[in-house]
């Protein structure tokens, strides 16, 4: 057997293909974006974010991309896909056809090419107090006992505490996109996380929070949020309950 036999063989196995690569990336320096495009080889198995980092490793390595755990639990790697905001790590590359366009993150500030700052997304997150509040004040920083839950009493939040806080649903957000004082899909979410936590008694002081047109009251319910989630955490449902606590307050 010849090597170019031996050679497409394991081009076979593998399901290799030959993609164009778009990026629109941010210059800092120039407070612009440039597009750099490429022909890269895709195995059947390659995420986007495995072929990001081999144009780094074997085309351009002035590309700058975000990433850690490369298994959707770090939710680093969060960009532009196709038109649509994914993880690059949980995307697989062939899957979206001969051509794949990759752009920052919209709905935050572009840092470097597909980086993006994520700060505004924690600054709302944290307005929400995302944390346990007791109102024992002592008990709070130095409890002497646990607090056991039923079954049923964590499967009153578990699904929204599986969030990541990748910035997906922020940048799918239509309202996020036009009212930049909007807390958005995240923090809402994680208010209505830790507010239906029975060992948490801090739901009046967090539906104070969100209260407003800035707050449940601005969100239109396009679902975007919760299509684009990559951990099926459901912000809109969130956002749902928020609204009926704080009519029934």
């Known amino acids: 057997m010849t090597a170019r036999s ?3 063989i ?5 399901g290799l293909k030959t993609l164009t690569i778009k990026i629109k990336r941010y210059d800092p320096e120039k407070n612009r974006f440039r597009t750099s495009i490429y022909r890269m080889e895709v195995s059947r198995y390659d995420t986007v974010l495995d072929v990001l980092l081999k144009i780094v490793r074997t085309n351009d390595h002035t590309l700058s991309v975000r990433y850690s755990c490369r298994m959707g639990i770090c939710g680093s790697c969060g960009m532009t896909i196709n038109g649509k905001p994914r993880l690059a790590c949980m995307t697989n590359a ?18 470097k090419d597909l980086v993006v700052d994520l700060e505004p997304l924690f600054h709302k997150h944290k307005q929400v107090k995302p944390w346990l509040i007791r109102k ?15 079954p049923e009493e964590v499967d009153r939040y578990r699904i929204f505490s599986m969030c990541i806080k990748c910035g997906i649903c922020m940048a799918a957000c239509p309202t996020v996109a036009s009212n930049p004082r909007f807390l958005g899909p995240q923090p809402l979410s994680q208010a209505y996380r830790w507010i239906a936590d029975s060992r948490d008694e801090g739901g009046l002081v967090r539906l104070e929070i969100v209260d407003s047109q800035d707050g449940v009251f601005g969100c239109h319910f396009a679902g975007a949020c919760s299509a684009s989630c ?6 809109a449902l969130a956002i749902q309950f928020l609204r009926r606590l704080v009519m029934r307050r």
């Open 94 to 111: 062939i899957s979206l056809g001969e051509k794949i366009e990759i752009e920052p993150l919209r709905n935050f500030p572009p840092v």
């Open 136 to 150: 024992d004040f002592e008990e709070q920083f130095n409890p002497k006992k646990e607090y056991l839950q039923k």
């Open 10 to 14: 394991q081009e076979s196995k593998l």
């Open 230 to 235: 990559p951990k099926n955490v459901d912000p």
């Open 6 to 8: 031996e050679m497409l």
